[in-house]
């Protein structure tokens, strides 16, 4: 088992990867940038060192960075969390070089998912159903016929695309060369690759994602879905564990499905595999998320399972302890992302709590906010024996809530829970788009 890890990001996620840590009996390393200097995450870890400037590119992003302060300071492996450098496969291969394990499935397989396009052509040979689509497509006139052939409307969608980013919905024809220079753009600020590739538009689906772990050995565990549909702006708000929308038959097949995905890939590590799901109970592959998910904590609540701890011990080797037939969810979980709609210092600071109710957040009071980085100021996550208790408790904890300073959308999340649609568990993606046309 490793000694020392070094943390290779910021916020809540490093946080949550450093306690793990600590009750494990790991020594903790944390990176900041120069807007960091006063993070919690910084204060947390035994040590920290900071590796650049404010902007991501000077600091959370440069690889090079992040390896020589881990051989600075003796750390034997790398916990990228999520975002910034956790799916990229350059990095990963960068830690290998120099011989520091990353936590996290190897640079080969990160390559294969993260190209969307490609991983949608191994899930097709391998029997997957996924959504019809195309591969790569060279620039909008190769995107405009293919959309003829797949009929409108259609997702434009980054190949090497994530967090929502990269993807624009195209209705009409007239609309599409537009969308495709603005989404290959965003695809290029945000990954360094602006090729796309198109899909079709399903509607009403739902977003359904299976969370599983896979060790060296080749043992893959399934630990249930997640229901992923509240979406705003192609980033989820609300996610919730299991799906009011699955049922026992069509969640088994999920999870043999998203095992099939994973021995395809020769994944190890923790990973999300996702899927649409229409009103028919049919479901399509969309894509493989090589890392920790945002939503992880619920996963947790209903397995009792600690996502972080596995993939540590993983990426140290150690074999799975406990088999698919082991698996039951208890009970339901639902978490909900506080977002700032402004920046802000944090005046005053009051967190929720009692029984099942965890606020995963790097706030304290007297924090002032950088711009540089992800809105998320943290997210509440709730676990009770039934998911309308658990709707009632969330709301009681977004109540408690008090940020004062910084705006954030803990309105509109109260709003979303007293929604008839969604405590009837019958949303599906467009949810919040038809709640606010009426």
């Given amino acids: 088992m490793f000694t020392k890890i070094l943390i290779a990001n910021r916020g809540e996620i490093a946080i949550r990867v450093i306690r793990a840590c600590k009750e494990m009996g790991i020594s903790t390393v944390a990176v900041y940038s120069e807007a960091d200097r006063d993070s919690l995450h910084a204060a947390l870890a035994d040590r920290a060192l900071c ?8 600091s959370y992003l440069n690889g090079k960075a992040i390896v020589a302060a881990a051989l600075a300071a003796g750390a034997q492996a790398i916990h990228p969390g999520y975002g910034f450098l956790a799916e990229n496969a350059e990095f990963a291969a960068l830690c290998k070089q120099y011989g520091t394990t990353f936590i996290g499935p190897p640079a080969g397989v990160i390559s294969a998912m993260g190209e969307k396009s490609a991983a949608r052509k191994l899930m097709q040979q391998n ?18 016929e293919a959309a003829q052939t797949l009929g409108y409307p259609v997702l434009l ?12 919905l195209v209705e009409r ?38 969370q599983l772990l896979a060790d060296e ?7 249930g879905e997640r229901e992923c549909s509240i979406q705003k702006h192609n980033q989820k708000l609300i996610e919730e564990a299991p799906s009011p929308g699955v049922s026992p038959a069509v969640r088994a097949r999920l999870m043999e499905t998203a095992a099939q ?15 649409l799901l229409d009103r028919e109970d049919r479901f399509y592959f969309m894509e493989m998320n090589t890392r920790l998910q945002v939503e992880h904590p619920v996963t947790e609540s209903v397995t009792g399972i600690d996502l972080v701890k596995w993939q540590i011990r993983i990426a140290a080797g150690v074999p799975l302890d406990f088999t698919q037939k082991e698996i039951s969810l208890q009970g339901a979980a639902i978490e909900c992302r506080i977002n700032a709609l402004s920046p802000g210092k944090v005046e005053f ?9 965890r606020f995963d957040t790097f ?30 408790k969330m709301q009681s904890a977004l109540c408690e809530l008090i940020i004062d300073g910084p705006k954030c959308n803990v309105e509109e999340q109260l709003e979303i829970l007293r929604d008839e649609q969604f405590r009837a568990g019958e949303y599906d993606t467009d949810f919040l788009t038809r709640r606010h046309a009426r």
Wanted: overall charge negative.
């Fill in 261 to 275: 995905a994973a021995r395809a890939a020769g994944y190890v590590g923790a990973g999300t595999v996702e899927f």
């Fill in 51 to 58: 590796i650049g400037g404010a902007r991501p590119k000077d």
């Fill in 127 to 144: 029997g997957v159903p996924v959504i019809p689509g195309t591969d790569t497509v060279a620039d909008s006139a190769q995107a405009a």
């Fill in 349 to 357: 600071l009051h967190t929720p709590g009692g029984p099942w109710v």
């Fill in 363 to 392: 706030l304290y009071q007297g924090y002032d906010i950088p711009p540089y980085y992800d809105s998320m100021l943290g997210k509440i996550i709730v676990h009770s024996s039934t998911r309308e208790e658990a709707i009632r």
């Fill in 173 to 210: 024809p007239e609309e599409l060369e537009r969308a495709f220079v603005t989404a290959s753009a965003e695809a290029k600020t945000a990954f360094g690759d602006g090729s796309m590739y198109l899909e079709k538009y399903l509607a009403p689906v739902k977003h359904i994602e299976v």
């Fill in 217 to 223: 050995n080749g043992q893959v565990v399934c630990l």
């Fill in 157 to 168: 969608k980054a190949c090497a695309g994530g967090g929502g980013k990269g993807i624009r």
